[in-house]
């Protein structure tokens, strides 16, 4: 379920801009570069936790430096009825990096990561024995051209 619309006011935008353009400033930082208490520093950023606006503090990894060059998006059709329990398997394969239900031709889009074409070929393989599974489509990625982000909606809420 997606967390509930939050009302953000102009600091509560202009702290989340400062922190993800320098994450490791701290709160002392951001209250000084802000001009207010350090205390609605972190007042501001306990509702944006509470809220949901802010999911997590942990760093952005780069899979490639791990070890898996190679990402694909790998689409299943999937039997309706054995979805969930689908799912629950999927998750123990910890090369997938993150599944979404969609609406169209496939039921469930998984991000995969994977240190070749055969290992891809792999999980793909673990991926189909999965009772529920019926189909799978791979379109491998060549390169990212726009990382995920967040800032765009961050300026669009500025200018409201």
């Not at 400033?25 to 809220?51: F, H, I, N, P, W």
């Not at 999937?78 to 398997?89: I, N, P």
């Not at 998750?91 to 995969?112: H, M, N, Q, W």
């Amino acid at each position: 379920m997606p967390p509930e619309q939050s009302k953000l006011d102009r600091l509560d935008l202009d702290l989340i801009q400062l922190m993800r353009a320098e994450p490791r400033a701290g709160v002392r930082e951001y209250s000084r570069r802000l001009g207010v208490a350090r205390g609605t520093v972190q007042s501001r950023l306990d509702k944006l936790v509470g809220s949901g606006v802010i999911e997590s503090f942990a760093p952005t990894l780069n899979a490639a430096a791990l070890g898996f060059p190679l990402s694909a998006d790998v689409h299943l059709t999937m039997e309706q009825r054995s979805l969930d329990v689908a799912v629950s398997k999927l998750k123990d394969i910890p090369f997938i990096i993150y599944a979404d239900s969609t609406a169209g031709a496939e039921d469930l889009t998984c991000r995969v990561t994977a240190r070749d074409l055969q290992h891809l070929e792999n999980i793909t393989m673990m991926m189909m024995a999965i009772p529920g599974v019926q189909r799978v489509r791979t379109d491998i990625i060549l390169r990212q051209h726009i990382a995920p982000r967040v800032d765009p909606l961050l300026d669009f809420l500025k200018k409201r």
